[in-house]
């Protein structure tokens, strides 16, 4: 029950899971943040999700989920960035990270939750990322610096 709180469905559980965690949940947090009118939201996506149709397998209903709550957001009044971080691990953060601006390569390493969770709070203070997806995926740049747009 622990890991369940702290985790969204993945492709690992049911359907009812991931309709209620990664898309009902998500939906009702971008309008509840418009309701009390907060303007900033990043969104914890899903490598893939913007193209749920290149998915097959058991993960393909949890990227559908991620890719219409997305849409919700891109949607909404909200000032928006979208992660969407790999497979994700529960080993220790490293601080680095490889970032593909609304790019979404096929290939990657794994990325510790402590990493997404670190590029979350470095995305909050930053503009340049509203309006952007953003894939990460482990790597040897450190976060601050993998979200500095180019150019």
Partial sequence: MQSSLRRGAGGGTGW?????VDLWGAERAVHACEEKEIDRFVMISSRGAGDPESRQGPIKPYIVAKH???RTLQRSSLDETIL???RLTDAEGTGRVA???D???DAGDPIPRADVAQAVVECLGRNATIGHAITLYGGDTPIGEALRPSG
């Fill in 16 to 20: 009812d899971k991931t309709i209620l």
């Fill in 68 to 70: 219409v709550a997305d």
């Fill in 84 to 86: 969407r971080p790999t």
């Fill in 99 to 101: 970032a593909y601006v």
């Fill in 103 to 105: 790019t979404d390569p």
